[in-house]
């Protein structure tokens, strides 16, 4: 039935390339379970690693982990309104867009209101927003859902309950967020760098603020079913950190970020495939994904160091006056 | 049920005194971690702690089975662990590779977070029982706390409340003039030290009744509402305590009952712990950003609009000294305010006797025209002095005397007499009016 039933780490990959060989020359294939997830990880891995560069750019990245908290009250009050009114699902696409508007309206203004307008330092207000809103919402998520599992899943992430639907939405959003970058990639740039550089230019920099705001906001409700909304923070942040460690131009680093998380999403199904066929153990997809990306940058700190010829007995070094 | 049954019952006390503890360990060291401006490694440090638990847990489960108490131990010793590691990292990615602070803290989160996730999944065929018990922590589920546990927050809370106590001088110094702690001798390094391994030890503890993910609020939420009531570090400190214990007690309370109001209506449902803390800690935390005295919005808001209603009057008065008498309507053609607002000013200076309303005329009272002379006799002195002293071109002054004829004291007003020579006529060659006693 399955494919990649029962094969190991290389053995996923030819069977992988082989059967998109096939469907790229027309022959029919279903997708098998593995290919949606993998999928869906690089369409988020490809979405993440976009933004991840401006967001650490614009050191909004623990602004995205509130977010990526948020998101679940974002979901359930958006659940609520669209149940009233049409009858909407809880993961249907317009309520999870709608989520997502939620969050990141909320969220912003909640964090940068506390900042203005009752003088508190930025990262208390950072840390009882999200903290806050986010016990709101698994309140309301237990009482409404009548499901404790939903919220754990919300910060797990389930991959293996992945659906081709959450692949649809996952690269639709991915399609987002790489025409908003080619189209706004200028702007983006200029407000990342100088927020004052850019109003002067007449590019409104609080517009394309709120705009990177709602797209990890949205991304993050992407990933909301993969990897859960805690582990879609390693998707931002590795990637670009490692890339960083070998180029600091902005364009170049747009193109490594989400080359890297691709790669390793499909290191990470290939892993956790092979965990299941050679040793019995079902892992955690997402989680084995988040892994390599932290292996990965280990070994891009590895690499550095072996260039900077740091590695080399240098007994000097450590010798200092005390 | 009552209220004493949650500090009595052998079934209830147990989570009661537990998160109360636990709640006032986190919530002091919390509001040092405020002080020091770094309220998210609670966040990171917490989130990092997850993978400890997994493999600490799974370890014990697999060496001592029969033992529960033991794997309780080891679910602290890995949470620790990892802790540590995770700062660890932190630290050197901030240090040696010069990443942002927020990216650093946001990345070790989630990557060691993910590790657990993994570590947790492989548990889940072998140890299915204590996988749940695990999940159970994400959210925190302070029902199962036993007397053992009471007395080890207990222990808990007093190293914390001893170390507050009689450091508090050296920690007092350190936090707020860390340059001047070190060119005094003290130990600044074993304080930071001290710091950081209490602060650790308060938010894994704290993960048993507020839960991972949550763990960072609990100790962020009483430290920002302590804040607002005072400036003084002992105060501070006391406050964050008690609006900690506070929110423990009411959370622990709303989650029991909403527990059982739940299981009435037939489902098996338990309200976690965690959120409900953190609700009622935000709750209070809101409620001083609003209304606490002094630093509250609220305050701030009514002082702000006291001072522009007291301008406004000022402004009324010094127009009614240049020109006998008023029509309501020639008011607002100079002093373009809402008419309801107008009615107001003039209401206040006719209850304080400053004018009197005859017919449709408005006239001042000698006091008025006392009044509106030292506010004419302010301005005018300012002017003089900021061209005279200061040197200011005359085109600018009248604006800012506009603003610092409200602002200025009786005292700075007679400093200025005596620096001027007690003048007659300010740089527009204006009189100045007398100086005189209301």
């Given at each position: 039935?399955?494919?990649?039933?029962?094969?190991?780490?290389?053995?996923?990959?030819?069977?992988?390339?082989?059967?998109?060989?096939?469907?790229?020359?027309g022959?029919?294939?279903?997708?098998?379970?593995?290919?949606?997830?993998?999928?869906?990880?690089?369409?988020?891995?490809?979405?993440?690693?976009?933004?991840?560069?401006?967001?650490v750019?614009?050191?909004?990245?623990?602004?995205?982990?509130?977010?990526?908290?948020?998101?679940?009250?974002?979901?359930?009050?958006?659940?609520?309104?669209?149940?009233?009114?049409?009858?909407?699902?809880?993961?249907?696409?317009?309520?999870?867009?709608?989520?997502?508007?939620?969050?990141?309206?909320?969220?912003?203004?909640?964090?940068?209101?506390?900042?203005?307008?009752?003088?508190?330092q930025?990262?208390?207000?950072?840390?009882?927003?999200?903290?806050?809103?986010?016990?709101?919402?698994?309140?309301?998520?237990?009482?409404?859902?009548?499901?404790?599992?939903?919220?754990?899943?919300?910060?797990?992430?389930?991959?293996?309950?992945?659906?081709?639907?959450d692949?649809?939405?996952?690269?639709?959003?991915?399609?987002?967020?790489?025409?908003?970058?080619?189209?706004?990639?200028?702007?983006?740039?200029?407000?990342?760098?100088?927020?004052?550089?850019?109003?002067?230019?007449?590019?409104?920099?609080?517009?394309?603020?709120?705009?990177?705001?709602?797209?990890?906001?949205?991304?993050?409700?992407?990933?909301?079913?993969?990897?859960?909304?805690?582990?879609?923070?390693?998707?931002?942040?590795?990637?670009?950190?490692?890339?960083?460690?070998?180029?600091?131009?902005?364009?170049?680093?747009?193109w490594?970020?989400?080359?890297?998380?691709?790669?390793?999403?499909?290191?990470?199904?290939?892993?956790?495939?092979?965990?299941?066929?050679?040793?019995?153990?079902?892992?955690?997809?997402?989680?084995?994904?988040?892994?390599?990306?932290?292996?990965?940058?280990?070994?891009?700190?590895?690499?550095?160091?072996?260039?900077?010829?740091?590695?080399?007995?240098?007994?000097?070094?450590?010798?200092?006056?005390? | 049920?009552?209220?004493?049954?949650?500090?009595?019952?052998?079934?209830?006390?147990?989570?009661?005194?537990?998160?109360?503890?636990?709640?006032?360990?986190?919530?002091?060291?919390?509001?040092?971690?405020?002080?020091?401006?770094?309220?998210?490694?609670?966040?990171?440090?917490?989130?990092?702690?997850?993978?400890?638990?997994?493999?600490?847990?799974?370890?014990?489960?697999?060496?001592?089975?029969?033992?529960?108490?033991?794997?309780?131990?080891?679910?602290?010793?890995?949470?620790?662990?990892?802790?540590f590691?995770?700062?660890?990292?932190?630290?050197?990615?901030?240090?040696k590779?010069?990443?942002?602070?927020?990216?650093?803290?946001?990345?070790?989160?989630?990557?060691?977070?993910?590790?657990?996730?993994v570590?947790?999944?492989?548990?889940?065929?072998?140890?299915?029982?204590?996988?749940?018990?695990?999940?159970?922590?994400?959210?925190?589920?302070?029902?199962?706390m036993?007397?053992?546990?009471?007395?080890?927050?207990?222990?808990?809370?007093?190293?914390?409340?001893?170390?507050?106590?009689?450091?508090f001088?050296?920690?007092?110094?350190?936090?707020?003039?860390?340059?001047?702690?070190?060119?005094?001798?003290?130990?600044?390094?074993?304080?930071?030290?001290?710091?950081?391994?209490?602060?650790?030890?308060?938010?894994?503890?704290?993960?048993?009744?507020?839960?991972?993910?949550?763990?960072?609020?609990?100790?962020?939420?009483?430290?920002?509402?302590?804040?607002q009531?005072?400036?003084?570090?002992?105060?501070?400190?006391?406050?964050?305590?008690?609006?900690?214990?506070?929110?423990?007690?009411?959370?622990?309370?709303?989650?029991?009952?909403?527990?059982?109001?739940?299981?009435?209506?037939?489902?098996?449902?338990?309200?976690?712990?965690?959120?409900?803390?953190?609700?009622?800690?935000?709750?209070?935390?809101l409620?001083?950003?609003?209304?606490?005295?002094?630093?509250?919005?609220?305050?701030?808001?009514?002082?702000?609009?006291?001072?522009?209603?007291?301008?406004?009057?000022?402004?009324?008065?010094?127009?009614?000294?240049?020109k006998?008498?008023?029509?309501?309507?020639?008011?607002?053609?100079?002093?373009?305010?809402?008419?309801?607002?107008?009615h107001?000013?003039?209401?206040?200076?006719?209850?304080?006797?400053?004018?009197?309303?005859?017919?449709?005329?408005?006239?001042?009272?000698?006091?008025?025209?006392?009044?509106?002379?030292?506010?004419?006799?302010?301005?005018?002195?300012w002017?003089?002095?900021?061209?005279?002293?200061?040197?200011?071109?005359?085109?600018?002054?009248?604006?800012?005397?506009?603003?610092?004829?409200?602002?200025?004291?009786?005292?700075?007003?007679?400093?200025?007499?005596?620096?001027?020579?007690n003048?007659?006529?300010?740089?527009?060659?204006?009189?100045?009016?007398?100086?005189s006693?209301?």
């Amino acid at each position: 039935m399955n494919p990649y039933w029962d094969c190991g780490f290389c053995e996923f990959f030819r069977i992988f390339f082989s059967r998109a060989f096939d469907f790229l020359t027309g022959v029919p294939i279903e997708a098998a379970s593995d290919e949606i997830q993998f999928g869906t990880l690089a369409a988020v891995a490809l979405s993440c690693g976009l933004l991840g560069p401006f967001l650490v750019l614009k050191r909004m990245t623990m602004f995205a982990n509130s977010l990526s908290h948020t998101i679940l009250l974002g979901i359930v009050l958006a659940f609520l309104f669209a149940s009233s009114l049409w009858g909407g699902e809880m993961f249907s696409p317009s309520t999870l867009m709608l989520g997502s508007l939620a969050a990141a309206f909320l969220t912003a203004a909640f964090t940068e209101g506390l900042v203005k307008f009752f003088r508190l330092q930025e990262d208390a207000s950072i840390g009882l927003v999200f903290s806050a809103l986010f016990a709101l919402g698994i309140l309301l998520v237990t009482l409404y859902t009548r499901d404790v599992h939903l919220s754990v899943e919300a910060i797990m992430g389930n991959a293996d309950a992945l659906q081709p639907g959450d692949f649809k939405f996952a690269s639709l959003l991915a399609a987002l967020n790489l025409s908003v970058l080619i189209v706004f990639y200028r702007q983006l740039k200029i407000s990342a760098f100088d927020r004052q550089y850019a109003s002067a230019l007449g590019v409104p920099a609080s517009f394309f603020h709120f705009l990177l705001l709602f797209l990890s906001s949205a991304v993050s409700v992407g990933a909301f079913r993969a990897v859960g909304v805690l582990l879609v923070l390693v998707f931002l942040t590795g990637p670009y950190l490692t890339a960083r460690l070998f180029s600091s131009r902005l364009s170049r680093l747009l193109w490594i970020s989400p080359a890297l998380g691709i790669f390793a999403s499909g290191i990470g199904v290939a892993l956790s495939r092979h965990a299941l066929s050679a040793f019995g153990l079902p892992l955690s997809t997402g989680g084995v994904v988040v892994c390599a990306i932290g292996l990965i940058y280990g070994i891009g700190i590895f690499l550095k160091l072996i260039r900077r010829g740091k590695l080399q007995p240098c007994p000097k070094e450590n010798a200092s006056p005390s | 049920m009552s209220l004493l049954d949650f500090f009595t019952d052998p079934v209830l006390r147990g989570p009661t005194w537990g998160t109360l503890f636990m709640c006032i360990a986190s919530s002091l060291m919390g509001g040092v971690l405020f002080l020091k401006r770094r309220c998210l490694l609670g966040e990171s440090l917490s989130h990092a702690a997850y993978p400890g638990i997994v493999a600490g847990v799974s370890l014990f489960a697999l060496l001592f089975p029969e033992h529960d108490e033991s794997a309780f131990f080891g679910m602290l010793a890995g949470a620790f662990a990892t802790s540590f590691l995770g700062f660890k990292a932190i630290e050197w990615m901030e240090k040696k590779e010069k990443v942002r602070s927020d990216a650093a803290l946001c990345f070790v989160l989630a990557l060691f977070f993910g590790i657990g996730t993994v570590a947790a999944s492989a548990m889940q065929s072998s140890l299915p029982s204590w996988r749940t018990k695990i999940h159970a922590l994400m959210f925190g589920q302070a029902a199962t706390m036993s007397d053992f546990h009471i007395a080890l927050y207990a222990m808990l809370t007093s190293a914390v409340a001893l170390f507050l106590f009689f450091g508090f001088r050296h920690l007092q110094a350190v936090l707020f003039d860390s340059d001047y702690a070190k060119t005094a001798g003290l130990p600044v390094r074993w304080i930071d030290w001290a710091i950081f391994w209490l602060f650790l030890f308060a938010l894994i503890l704290g993960i048993r009744s507020v839960g991972i993910v949550l763990m960072s609020g609990m100790a962020i939420a009483p430290a920002i509402a302590a804040r607002q009531f005072t400036d003084r570090l002992q105060s501070f400190f006391c406050l964050s305590a008690l609006f900690g214990a506070l929110s423990g007690l009411a959370g622990n309370i709303i989650s029991v009952m909403g527990t059982i109001a739940l299981s009435k209506s037939g489902e098996r449902l338990t309200l976690p712990t965690g959120p409900s803390i953190i609700l009622i800690g935000a709750a209070i935390a809101l409620l001083s950003l609003l209304f606490a005295p002094k630093r509250g919005w609220a305050f701030r808001i009514c002082r702000i609009a006291a001072f522009r209603f007291r301008c406004l009057q000022e402004n009324v008065l010094k127009a009614m000294w240049k020109k006998e008498s008023y029509l309501f309507n020639e008011f607002q053609e100079i002093h373009r305010v809402v008419p309801l607002m107008l009615h107001a000013i003039l209401w206040r200076l006719k209850q304080g006797g400053w004018i009197v309303k005859a017919k449709e005329q408005y006239i001042l009272t000698a006091d008025g025209r006392r009044k509106a002379a030292s506010i004419v006799r302010l301005h005018r002195l300012w002017e003089l002095y900021l061209a005279s002293e200061l040197g200011v071109s005359h085109e600018k002054i009248h604006l800012n005397a506009e603003e610092m004829e409200h602002i200025l004291t009786p005292d700075i007003e007679e400093r200025l007499t005596r620096l001027l020579a007690n003048p007659k006529v300010d740089p527009h060659s204006q009189p100045i009016p007398e100086r005189s006693f209301l």
